[in-house]
């Protein structure tokens, strides 16, 4: 491991078990330090920055091995652990997982799997560490500060609200149920020199047809039975701003013709009022339908489809941004702890791959739910792969085969292939692969390829 910034922390009671150890994980790490019992660890632990501490469960003194494991998850909850066991004693690593341990090995030590155990957990702080700094990139910077991600794929959707943000064009956002299309559209406003004016987000098909023409354009009193004050529509309270128009593909007949008048005309007649009012919103809409095919049953207008759809912007589902997957959901899971008061949690690495493994049909918000799920109802610290839902944790070879699926397997494939022929030299592996040895480092931890 090269530019590693990688500190381990060896506890146990037999000197030459900790020497071994030490000798063993030498290349795995920066630095390694030794302990011979608890309250020595302590001592250390306070002096030094130790990402990864590996401790014997049973030793002699006050503070125990499981004692020791409460105490530095309670100081440092970003640190991972590794607890030996004695054979037999399994119930006990299970309960130091509880408390906060990222992993267990039995004695005696292998030491090949510990090393890879080490190797895991190195990834697991290298890919923390690039997500911390990511976010303190992206919170310095302020343009997306919800919308989350560094994936190729968000990457380009980041590139393009930058490019047509400071511009009045209309844009047609596409995007399945939960991938942030109204978030998109605040970015639109935010970076745009409307951004000191409003930005009014409404959803078509959360109304009833009676109310959309009511909603949209707003009425003047006495328009219809209970209109008792004039009301200003969607259009009218953005004035000035943005006015961002979800599912739009649910809109009815009448309303649609209504809403091309509007925009040739660029004014509004509330219902029932003699007079127009002139507008200057700039018009985002989004939908989840495919819009091609409303336009082809004669559910939706072509020529209103055609000024709507002006600029297009699609938002990719999650399954086409795994790399993202970690990041939303430590921002998610701290999200959560902010909002119900609740104890910082870390996510096992097990648990973890499942994650991204998952396919998430209903995309980030679902995934939001899950992390806000796993945070009320879990008690300990760290999210194992059994505290996550039964579906999602089948094996994805029970899964239907998708096309996603199979490019990752031939990507895994590749990254093997080019593995092998570079002699496991990962720079030159990269080049091989023409990608950068980053993202070579990242997919072999997400495939687990170590």
């Known amino acids: 491991m090269s530019d590693r910034n990688f500190r381990i922390l060896i506890v146990d009671d037999e000197r030459n078990i900790r020497s071994g150890l030490a000798r063993a994980l030498a290349d795995e790490a920066d630095e390694v330090d030794v302990a011979k019992d608890g309250g020595e660890a302590l001592a250390l632990f306070a002096k030094a920055r130790h990402h990864l501490v ?8 006050p503070i125990s091995g499981l004692d020791l494991v409460k105490r530095i998850k309670q100081e440092r909850p970003g640190t991972l652990i590794l607890v030996i066991t004695a054979h037999g004693s399994v119930e006990t690593a299970v309960e130091a997982m509880r408390q906060g341990a990222h992993d267990y090995i039995s004695k005696p030590v292998d030491v090949a799997m510990l090393r890879l ?3 895991n957990a190195y990834e697991h702080h290298r890919l923390a560490e690039e997500n911390r700094q990511l976010r303190e990139r992206l919170e310095a910077a302020g343009e997306f500060p919800e919308m989350i991600g560094q994936s190729a794929a968000i990457r380009e959707v980041f590139d393009f609200i930058r490019q047509v943000a400071d511009t009045d064009v209309t844009v047609f956002i596409e995007g399945e149920s939960g991938t942030g299309k109204e978030l998109a559209a605040r970015a639109l406003h935010n970076l745009s020199p409307r951004r000191a004016r409003p930005f009014v987000a409404a959803n078509i098909g959360a109304l009833p047809e009676s109310l959309i023409e009511s909603e949209l354009f707003g009425h003047a009193k006495g328009a219809f039975t209970g209109a008792n004050r004039r009301k200003a529509g ?4 953005a004035q000035g701003g943005t006015l961002f128009l979800d599912e739009i593909g649910e809109m009815p007949p009448k309303t649609q013709v209504d809403l091309l008048r509007v925009l040739e005309q ?6 029932g009022s003699e007079t127009t009012v002139p507008l200057d919103v700039r018009l985002v809409t989004a939908t989840h339908r495919e819009m091609e095919a409303l336009v082809r049953e004669g559910r939706f207008r072509e020529d209103l489809f055609y000024r709507l759809n002006v600029v297009p912007l699609r ?3 999650l399954r086409e941004r795994r790399d993202d997957v970690p990041l939303l959901a430590e921002h998610f899971l701290r999200q959560a702890e902010a909002r119900h008061r609740r104890d910082p949690k870390q996510i096992a690495g097990s648990a973890m791959r499942i994650l991204c493994d998952y396919p998430w049909p209903g995309n980030v918000r679902q995934l939001r739910n899950c992390m806000e799920r796993l945070v009320v109802t879990l008690e300990g610290p760290v999210i194992h792969a059994d505290d996550l839902p039964d579906d999602m944790r089948v094996a994805p070879s029970k899964r239907a085969v998708t096309l996603e699926q199979a490019v990752e397997e031939a990507e895994k494939a590749a990254i093997l292939a080019a593995l092998c022929e570079s002699n496991q030299h ?3 592996a990269a080049n091989l692969l023409g990608i950068s040895v980053r993202t070579l480092h990242y997919k072999m931890n997400r495939y687990s390829l170590q």
């Open 54 to 61: 590996i401790t014997d469960l049973r030793m002699p003194g």
């Open 117 to 119: 155990q080490v190797r």
């Open 234 to 237: 969607w259009f009218e309270m």
């Open 266 to 271: 660029r004014e509004v007649r509330p219902l």
């Open 315 to 317: 938002i990719p589902p």
């Open 426 to 428: 990962r720079e030159r």
